[in-house]
């Protein structure tokens, strides 16, 4: 694998970096071309070309162990989460799906590990995603394993209703939407919406209670299918799931839409 020289992003020692996915490898199970194991990327830089990788975006940023020991480890995690982790069927409610038994520590670092990759990645993708100070504390968390509350950046997970095959076989950079008072960083991949409400402490905001829990149960909520208006429709669906009603209708793992 190809390395250069620098500073690791994550523990700052001078070493050989290697070259670091920002979405994880998992994520592109279904991107890649069965015959060629290649996907095509698209760019909303007029300057960049279309183009075809064979492997998923990169740059170099961290050293072999914080890419293979840390990050490895909580995507790692989503990977067994997504594709082989026998889990509770989910409980189904009105507008969402409750999973139960996720492991809070594991999902939360995963998922302020990849809001951080965002914000640290040079690529044109990567551009709208700022952290601030907020970087270094994350970073921190990261190293040592600190999980934090549930209420500092949550990330919420949607999945659209009737989703069409080019969302659902490919990954879309994130990109900064919301409301002033509620700023949103949202990506798409596996099918999924993740979205990061964007301050450090939302507790006063009942959207967050869809994130990953203490009690290691999340939300991941039935959204419509236009996913273009941006987060407006996105928080009407919500808002609406907020008073929630259990459903006895228990669905397979990835049972959306039936």
Known sequence: MKTVMGTCALCHQRCHLRQSHIFPESFYKNVYSEEMHKFVTLSTNPTQPIGLEQRGIREHLLCERCDGKVIGKYDDYIARW????????????????????????????FQLSLLWRFHIAKGHGFRSVDLGTHSETIRNMLLTGDAGTAAYFPCILMHPKDISPALTGGIACPVSIGTDQWPVCRAIAVGIVWMWIMRPDTSSNPLSEFAVSTDNQMHIVLGTDNISEGIKNEFIVLDRAKDMQPNATKLSKWGFGQ
Do not use: I
């Open 82 to 109: 997504l594709y082989e982790e026998p889990v509770t069927r989910p409980d189904r409610y009105r507008y969402s799906l409750m999973f139960k038994g996720v492991n809070y520590a594991l999902m939360r670092l």
